[in-house]
């Protein structure tokens, strides 16, 4: 068979996606300095001629079938096409619920994300659906979006290649047990960038599995509880998920993750450069603590040009670290081009694992004057700072303890994020070991 004078198809069918997408990015090339090409067929390489997301096919719906997008969404990133995505539910009629359900848990945490619902006469319409679904679909996309502009400063960071949704040995090499084959986790559990681990459930009929954390300090995302065994080592827990609610989440000790409101949301464009800096507590010794992150220091992204100029020919991000003890903690902003970038908006300061009793704090913006500030302490020593402060690339907060004095009770809602539902419990490695649990928020021995 000949397809084009004398080349046979033989010997470029395998080709035919590269081909294609070297000719319509080349095209789009001539229209916008952004060019991307979303493709359902891919060559390995191929993000080496354009800007390429990858929507793959996952092999039916079933639970094979979700385990399997998560190793396909991380072999792309691993071979160089970071945005990719699986068709959620696959493109089939969706008979089995449970399982949509877990699929659009994982998938709210893909680069790309898909819904796989057709057209088909026997196809749900997400209106049609009980409210279990329904609120799945709520907190998952809600979470989604509370995080997005944290994926894409991921993104803006490997400057738009490499992995962003990866596996875990990516972040721990020395850890020989995340090479095990046998360990099913390793092929079901994923980084998103270097701060956030997503441990989901995927099989049918459970709503807790046993799931790995490598060594270090992890919280849940939500709730600030530390995942910990009375050390900093590797270990095996039991987390929990229910139906109606997220993928469980863990922030890396460490780590800072800005988060947004969403309310009202429907698109990333209604995204504004408000945000809420969720801080895990890394203890480094003597009651040091460490922690850092990024903002991105523009914020309609919507706009190409701007984002080209500011973002792709320049750098846009913003770092952010903290420093310090029990007594005072530094919080600094640093960007190279912080005069290029816009201000943003920080509504509350929540720290993970921060060891505190005392109920006077103040702020110190730039070296400025000291202001009081409201404090809400929730469990798992998880303490929010609402500070609702304006800010540029190059500020800095000191944050310091005063007096012990009562402070007036604070309404606070996490209006980011909403009720995931989510619990974890330690497994012990032999029964002399006592396992804690959290079950919606009350605590059991």
Known sequence: MVDYEDVHHYYVHNHYSTYAG??????????????????DRASYGDGQYYSLGYSLQTGGQSWEGLRNSITRVMSSNLFGIPMAGAHLCDLSNMADEELCIRWLQVGAFFPYLESGFTSSPNNQAFPNLNANFLSALNASISLRYSILKHI??????????????????YEFPSDSVLYDSNESFNDEQFMLGSALLVAPICYQGTESMTRYFPRTTWYDFVTGERVSNGSEKSGHFQVSSKLNSTAPLFLRGGYIVPSQSV??????????????????????????????GMLIGVNNLADSELTYSRCVASKCLIDVSLNGNNENLILKFK??????????????????????????????????PHQKIEVVRGEFNKITLLINTTLKADAEITI???????VEKVEYTDSSIGN????????????SQTASSVKDGNVAS
Do not use: C, W
Not at 22 to 39: N, Q, S
Not at 342 to 358: D, M, T, V
């Open 22 to 39: 070297i000719a319509v990015g080349k095209y789009l090339a001539k229209t916008t300095r952004m060019p991307f090409v979303l493709a």
């Open 335 to 368: 960007a190279e081009n912080h005069a290029m970038l816009e201000e943003f908006h920080i509504r509350s300061l929540i720290f993970y694992g921060l060891s505190s009793n005392k109920q006077a704090l103040n702020i110190s913006i730039n070296s400025g």
């Open 263 to 292: 309310s009202g949301i429907n698109s990333s464009q209604g995204l504004s450069n408000s945000y809420d800096l969720r801080i895990g507590i890394k203890d480094t010794g003597n009651n040091s603590y460490q922690a850092r």
């Open 152 to 169: 894409y400063a991921v993104i803006l960071q490997s400057n738009g290649s490499g992995s962003i949704f990866k596996p875990m040995f």
């Open 400 to 406: 310091f303890h005063g007096e012990k004095k009562s």
């Open 420 to 431: 995931p539902q989510i619990s974890l419990d330690f497994v012990p490695e032999d029964s």
